[in-house]
C-alpha cells in the first residue's frame, strides 16, 4: 500500500523563529516555542492560537504538555524551566536550578515529574507536586551539552553532544551509556519501546536495538549543516522521520531504509527544519519551518 502525505496547513505563528513544536498527550493541541521568549498553544487543525504565555527572559527552547493537558512545563535560555497552568496562562512555578541555557524538557508519564536538559551538562529531575524548588536529583554523567530528553514509564532517555546516549532505569537504578561516535542532536523511543532512533550531528539517523545497543538501521541523505535536528518514528513503527537543513521533512521506511518521501510547505523556504512532532495515535506530523510550522496527514492511495 503506498501512503502520501498531504499538507494540511501552513501556521505563521508570529512568535520569531519557532524553536521547537510539541503535540498535546493526546493529541488535541500542540505547542510552540518561540525565539520571542513566548510559549503558544494552538488547535494546529484549525489553525487557532488558544493561549500566549509570557514569562521567559530569553529565547523559549522547548515544552510539554502534562497528560491531562492542565498544566505545561517549558524551558529556555533564560536557565529557567517553568511550570504554567493551561487554563489562567500564569506559571505556577519557575524551577531555577541549572547553571546553563535548558534545552529540553519534558514530564514523566503521571505529569509527577518534569525532566529537564541543560547546556550546563545535568539532568535534573524535578517534582512538580512538592513545594520544593530544588531538584530532586541531578544525573551528572554527560560531558558536555545535554540536547535533548525523553520519558518512559520506567526510564530517562538523555542525548549529549559528548556523543553518548544514556539510558537510566529507575526501577533498578542502572544507567546504560552508547557510544555513538559524534554529537547527539535527538534521541527517541520507537513506539513499541524496543528500540531507540538516535539523530547524529555526522548527518546519520540511527535505528538501535534499546537493550543490546545493536546497530539495526542507517538512514541518511538529509542535510545536517550543524543544526540540532530532531528525529521521530511515526505512530506505527514504519518510517523514520527527520528534519533537514534543506527546509525538507526527510522520511524513510524503517525497514529498507529507503527514502519515501521528502515533504516541505506551499512555497520555497530558506529556513531549516529542525523540530517535529508526531500525533501520538494518527498519522499526523508537525514540523517547525522558520517562523512557521508545517502540518501534514497521511493518505493511503487506496481511499
Known amino acids: 500500500?503506498?501512503?502520501?502525505y498531504k499538507l494540511l496547513r501552513e501556521i505563521d505563528c508570529k512568535q520569531g523563529a519557532v524553536r521547537a513544536v510539541r503535540f498535546s498527550v493526546d493529541g488535541a493541541y500542540c505547542l510552540t516555542c518561540?525565539?520571542?521568549?513566548?510559549?503558544?498553544?494552538?488547535?494546529?487543525?484549525?489553525?487557532v492560537t488558544l493561549k500566549t504565555y509570557?514569562?521567559?527572559?530569553?529565547?523559549?527552547?522547548?515544552?510539554?504538555?502534562?497528560?491531562?493537558?492542565?498544566?505545561?512545563?517549558?524551558?529556555?535560555?533564560?536557565?529557567?524551566?517553568?511550570?504554567?497552568?493551561?487554563?489562567?496562562?500564569?506559571?505556577?512555578?519557575?524551577l531555577r536550578g541549572h547553571a546553563g541555557a535548558v534545552n529540553t524538557v519534558?514530564?514523566?508519564?503521571?505529569?509527577?515529574?518534569?525532566?529537564?536538559?541543560s547546556r550546563?551538562?545535568?539532568?535534573?529531575?524535578?517534582d512538580v507536586r512538592s513545594k520544593v524548588l530544588?531538584?530532586?536529583?541531578?544525573?551528572?554523567?554527560?560531558?558536555d551539552s545535554i540536547s535533548s530528553v525523553k520519558v518512559s514509564d520506567h526510564e530517562i532517555?538523555?542525548?549529549?553532544?559528548?556523543?553518548?546516549?544514556?539510558?537510566?532505569?529507575?526501577?533498578?537504578?542502572?544507567?546504560?551509556?552508547?557510544?555513538?561516535g559524534d554529537a547527539v542532536t535527538c534521541v527517541s523511543f520507537t513506539r513499541d519501546g524496543q528500540c531507540i532512533v538516535v539523530s547524529c550531528a555526522d548527518g546519520v539517523v540511527r535505528l538501535m536495538d534499546k537493550d543490546s545497543g545493536e546497530l539495526l538501521g542507517e538512514f541518511t541523505g538529509h542535510v545536517t549543516n550543524n543544526l540540532c535536528l530532531e528525529s521521530s518514528v511515526d505512530t506505527q513503527d514504519t518510517r523514520i522521520l527527520s528534519g533537514s537543513a534543506d527546509g525538507k521533512l526527510w522520511i524513510w521506511d524503517l525497514v529498507s531504509q529507503k527514502v519515501v518521501a521528502k515533504l516541505s510547505g506551499f512555497k520555497p523556504t530558506k529556513h531549516?527544519?529542525?523540530s517535529l512532532s508526531v500525533h501520538p495515535e494518527k498519522n499526523y506530523f508537525l514540523a517547525t519551518n522558520g517562523p512557521s510550522v508545517l502540518m501534514w496527514s497521511t493518505v493511503s492511495a487506496q481511499e
Not at 500500500?1 to 502520501?4: G, K, N, T, Y
Not at 529565547?59 to 491531562?68: I, K, P, Q, T
Not at 519534558?106 to 536538559?117: A, K, W, Y
Request: a negative charge; aromatic letters at 8%; glycine letters at 8%.
Open 157 to 180: 532517555l538523555t542525548a549529549s553532544f559528548d556523543g553518548k546516549i544514556r539510558r537510566y532505569d529507575i526501577r533498578v537504578g542502572e544507567m546504560y551509556a552508547d557510544y555513538m
Open 106 to 117: 519534558r514530564f514523566n508519564e503521571e505529569s509527577t515529574m518534569v525532566v529537564s536538559g
Open 54 to 94: 509570557g514569562g521567559h527572559g530569553d529565547e523559549v527552547m522547548d515544552s510539554s504538555a502534562s497528560c491531562d493537558s492542565s498544566q505545561v512545563v517549558s524551558c529556555g535560555l533564560d536557565k529557567s524551566v517553568i511550570l504554567w497552568d493551561v487554563a489562567t496562562g500564569s506559571p505556577v512555578r519557575r
Open 134 to 143: 530544588d531538584p530532586v536529583q541531578c544525573l551528572n554523567e554527560a560531558k
Open 272 to 274: 531549516p527544519i529542525v
Open 120 to 126: 550546563d551538562n545535568s539532568v535534573m529531575l524535578w
Open 34 to 47: 518561540g525565539s520571542d521568549r513566548k510559549l503558544k498553544l494552538w488547535n494546529p487543525y484549525r489553525g
Open 1 to 4: 500500500m503506498e501512503i502520501e
